[in-house]
């Protein structure tokens, strides 16, 4: 396995903040790899660290062999990035969009072919605005994945969306796989980890608690609990939020 990203003691602060304080983990090649974590536990700064989009105060960063904060251009070309809640001025049509995004790459995807994998062909003329919340999802996607990158790192993807609007974009995450993409998912929901991701990492005050399988986690929580099944659901629960003042290590 060839690692894509490397991630080795991060660190980043916002004034007295520790946002991330000591992060470690590989990304190889080809795998889903899920980051979870409570609210404000540092995942979103931590893949804006790897994205290039915040400098960090310590550790080192590789993706596909170029650091961030140093190789931005290069980076950009390579990585797909889909924001937290990204949002395009209201009257840019899909299709405009597209157009845009495509010019800032050396070597764009087909746009015509990626809106009809992404099921927006009948919307290519529709402006932003008047998208819907599951065509906006699909639109940021698109933008992700425009430039042809071998990388592509989705924060919260399917927040916001409904059951239906979610499972077709698990299925979208899964065909873009397929295509030899590497992913890194930042989510909430333990049932898409568990369907998606090969590996995850779970992050807790700006730590990483294990990383493992989705499964592996699953069944080390069973063990703990001395129950027959529990979930990644189980695991995430007793893995994170042991709080500040009952930590104990
Ligand atoms: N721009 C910023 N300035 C100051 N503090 C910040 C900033 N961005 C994040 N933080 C703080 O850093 C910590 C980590 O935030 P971050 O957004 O990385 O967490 P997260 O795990 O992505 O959270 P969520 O699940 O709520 O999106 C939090 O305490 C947050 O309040």
Not at 82 to 103: G, I, K, M
Not at 146 to 168: I, Y
Not at 184 to 209: K, Q, S
């Amino acid at each position: 396995m060839t690692a894509v990203i490397e991630v080795q003691g991060l660190h980043k602060r916002y004034g007295d903040t520790v946002a991330v304080d000591d992060v470690s983990f590989t990304v190889d090649e080809g795998e889903i790899f899920g980051i979870l974590g409570p609210n404000g536990a540092g995942k979103t700064t931590t893949v804006e660290c790897v994205e290039g989009l915040r400098e960090r105060d310590g550790g080192m960063v590789r993706v596909l062999g170029l650091d961030p904060a140093r190789d931005r251009a290069e980076l950009t070309q390579q990585l797909g990035v889909q924001l937290q809640d990204a949002r395009l001025p209201e009257r840019l049509r899909v299709d405009e969009a597209l157009d845009l995004y495509r010019s800032f790459y050396r070597a764009p995807a087909d746009p015509d072919a990626l809106l009809e994998a992404l099921g927006l062909d009948g919307a290519r003329r529709t402006q932003f605005g008047k998208l819907s919340g599951g065509q906006r999802q699909r639109l940021s996607i698109a933008l992700a994945l425009v430039g042809n990158p071998r990388v592509a790192v989705l924060d919260e993807l399917t927040t916001g969306l409904d059951p239906r609007a979610r499972r077709e974009a698990w299925r979208l995450i899964a065909d873009v796989r397929a295509r030899g993409v590497t992913i890194v998912l930042v989510t909430h929901f333990m049932e898409e980890a568990e369907r998606l991701c090969d590996r995850v990492a779970v992050i807790d005050a700006g730590r990483v608690v294990i990383v493992d399988s989705p499964a592996a986690l699953a069944a080390r929580a069973a063990a703990e609990l001395g129950v027959e099944r529990a979930s990644l659901e189980d695991a995430f629960v007793a893995l994170t939020g042991s709080g500040e003042d009952d930590h104990v290590d």
